[in-house]
């Protein structure tokens, strides 16, 4: 009787450790899926920080056409949109034709 019940009570601890086991290995998978998710997001923000903007531009919180030009490389941004008809009046969410100096 004696045998039966320390038996039993090796199965279930080799089935829990088994389970333990198995928990670990797929925690420890997603978490090297995370980090190669969060280097390949890095690698992929410093590349377009390098990157010129696109021809079309949509003005963010915070941003003046002077800050826009600065990171665009395109001091003529007023000329190309004549629908900004006050450079100070740039608001969020405003669409602009980019055009980098060096394309000129």
Not at 21 to 30: E, G, I, K, Q, W
Not at 34 to 43: A, D, T, W
């Amino acid at each position: 009787m004696v045998c039966a019940s320390t038996t039993a009570m090796a199965d279930r601890i080799s089935w829990y450790c088994a389970l333990f086991l198995a928990l670990m290995l797929v925690l420890s998978c997603c978490q090297s899926s995370e980090s190669e998710f969060n280097s390949r997001m890095l690698q992929i923000q410093r590349s377009s920080m390098n990157k010129p903007c696109d021809e079309i531009y949509v003005v963010r919180e915070g941003e003046t056409l002077h800050t826009i030009s600065e990171k665009c490389g395109d001091p003529y941004i007023v000329e190309e949109n004549p629908h900004i008809h006050d450079p100070d009046d740039v608001f969020p969410g405003l669409v602009i034709k980019i055009t980098p100096y060096k394309q000129r």
